[in-house]
């Protein structure tokens, strides 16, 4: 797959999509966005090959975020993890319902362990 081709890049941006990602010599568009939505991104790579369940890829993890409200709280926060680039419930003290779905993630995951 070739991909977009560049010459085009500078309209396709004009009407909306912006390039955020590309490649080290700057001639493959890799990350996609598209403006005034509150969340639609395209990826030309494999973000699900460095996802794991308490660590996700950052497009699965605004994805997640997205879908349950809570990206544009985060982004105003400076996408801030904690010291172990992990999740914890200081990062979102004032989020309770974030705090539980990791919870219950975390719980599960135990669960399953101790059962095998």
Known sequence: ???????????????????????V???????MELQNHPFYI????HPEYI?????PSPPYLGFIMASCGKLQNYLA??????PRN?????????DDELSSITSTV????LTDKSTS
């Open 42 to 45: 395209a990826v030309q790579y």
């Open 1 to 23: 797959m070739e991909g977009v081709n560049t010459k085009y890049t500078a309209d396709m941006e004009r009407n909306g999509l912006i390039f955020v990602g590309q490649d």
């Open 51 to 55: 996802t794991r369940p308490m660590k």
């Open 77 to 82: 926060k400076g996408c801030r993890l904690s």
């Open 106 to 109: 975390s719980n599960a995951s």
């Open 25 to 31: 010599e700057g001639e493959r568009m890799e990350i």
């Open 86 to 94: 992990g999740y914890s419930d200081s990062d979102f003290s004032d």
